[in-house]
T-cell receptor, first 113, second 111 residues
């Protein structure tokens, strides 16, 4: 099993450009999450999904949109990138249940100039 | 907003020594988890302790939880250079398995 994979690994955008980050998991997990990590800070939740076709806002959703059309994929979109969105983005997934261990992807490093 | 606050922010020790990291949180929790992040990599789950547990072991890791003080500690015994990483605590306080992460402790183990 590949676990959680993220595409791309690195990206540089100009202010105002758009892009989509792809997260894929092969563990048949119901829950998927997008986080951002900034220097000196922990992870902050952007959006999450509790199942195919569902999405919900996390702590810092502004400027981002998400879609979960297939159970195994969770897409994060930036419609008009801003320098404040320069960050490392992590996707994670887990199954339902009390034991809420999350499995993380390797991250996408995004720079917005 | 961050629920967990780790202490210290950074820790530097010699190989073979023990490393202790602490985490404090603000609200009631279902469980508390510790994750490790090597430089430039994703987070890896280390251990989960439920609110009705007080201590848990996994290999060289020992985690304690004091719900009355809203705090947890992670002890790594006989540290190795490979333990050099950032360590995060995360609390699970509600539905949807949403975790809230602290800012992390950077551990450096010198050989």
């Amino acid at each position: 099993n590949a676990g959680v994979t993220q595409t791309p690994k690195f990206r540089v955008l100009k202010t105002g450009q758009s892009m989509t980050l792809l997260c894929a998991q092969d563990m048949n997990h119901e829950y998927m999450y997008w986080y951002r990590q900034d220097p000196g800070m922990g992870l902050r939740l952007i959006h999450y999904s509790v199942g195919e076709g569902t999405t919900a806002k996390g702590e810092v959703p502004d400027g981002y949109n998400v879609s979960r059309l297939k159970k195994q994929n969770f897409l994060l979109g930036l419609e008009s990138a801003a320098p404040s969105q320069t960050s490392v983005y992590f996707c994670a997934s887990n199954s339902r249940g009390y034991s809420s261990t999350q499995y993380f992807g390797p991250g996408t490093r995004l720079t917005v100039l | 907003s961050q629920q967990g606050e780790e202490d210290p922010q950074a820790l530097s020790i010699q190989e073979g020594e023990n490393a202790t990291m602490n985490c404090s949180y603000k609200t009631s929790i279902n469980n508390l988890q510790w994750y490790r992040q090597n430089s430039g990599r994703g987070l890896v789950h280390l251990i989960l302790i439920r609110s009705n547990e007080r201590e848990k072991h996994s290999g060289r890791l020992r985690v304690t939880l004091d719900t009355s003080k809203k705090s947890s500690s992670l002890l790594i015994t006989a540290s190795r250079a490979a333990d050099t990483a950032s360590y995060f605590c995360a609390t699970d306080a509600g539905r949807g398995n949403k975790l809230v992460f602290g800012a992390g402790t950077i551990l450096r183990v010198k050989s």
